[in-house]
């Protein structure tokens, strides 16, 4: 049933956006389940100020330069419509979306044994992992404690030789081919506590056939958790 029209201003990169659209409610719903169907089509969520393009580009932004600077620019780009607290809140939304979804996808992989969609088929040998944990400090922990650790793996195929060396450095270059990165914090329990292998290793196989690579190289500086891969990947 159709409730009546509400109107939201979104940010674009073209400027602002006023949308004026439907609200209905579901009669069916025990609660009256309200939806802005407009919205869902276009997957604007409820209390987000900008378009998903804006968004991405604002995350992206916020992981190359430090946050401070990606909230300056942003501010600047749209005439201090998103503030930087803003701009910090739209953040913690992607994050806890992200951090959601891949609990979601651990607990349904650890009570169906399904793993999520699409399925990866590539198959290489080997597959390089190097993983390593750094732990940071918040603003609100003591001066003598660290925040939390966060640990991070980065994959990769082999090592490419660069053909052209940096002028004044003669030494050969190498890059990384087909590199992919995955981290996240360190819990012990609650609803974080995804294993860090098992989280890395349904990241991977989104790519990869996991089931079918001969062999898998892990590296790290020794740390009891990196060795514990082996209890994920069938051989490493």
Not at 83 to 94: A, E, F, Q
Not at 131 to 156: F, I, M, N, W
């Amino acid at each position: 049933a159709v409730e009546g029209w509400r109107t939201r201003t979104l940010v674009t990169r073209m400027g602002d956006l006023r949308v004026r659209r439907r609200l209905y409610r579901d009669t069916r719903a025990p609660d009256g389940g309200a939806h802005f169907l407009l919205d869902e089509r276009f997957g604007w969520t409820p209390r987000q100020l900008t378009t998903p393009s804006m968004l991405a580009l604002l995350v992206d932004w916020a992981t190359d330069v430090p946050f401070a600077v990606a909230a300056r620019k942003l501010a600047a780009a749209t005439a201090g419509v998103l503030s930087g607290p803003t701009v910090r809140r739209h953040l913690r939304r992607v994050a806890e979306r992200v951090r959601t979804a891949e609990v979601v996808t651990h607990e349904t992989w650890e009570t169906t044994g399904r793993v999520p969609e699409p399925a990866g088929e590539r198959v290489v040998t080997p597959l390089y992992v190097e993983a390593d944990g750094v732990h940071v400090k918040t603003q609100r922990a003591p001066a003598h404690r660290h925040g939390y650790e966060l640990k991070c793996a980065s994959a990769y195929e082999r090592w490419e030789h660069l053909a052209d060396p940096t002028p004044g450095h003669p030494r050969p270059h190498y890059a990384l081919v087909a590199k992919q990165v995955y981290c996240h914090v360190h819990a012990t329990s609650g609803a974080d506590a995804v294993p860090f292998w098992e989280g890395a290793s349904l990241a991977l196989h989104r790519t990869y056939d996991l089931s079918r690579l001969s062999l898998v190289v892990v590296g790290g500086d020794g740390a009891n958790w990196i060795g514990t891969a082996a209890e994920v990947f069938a051989r490493v």
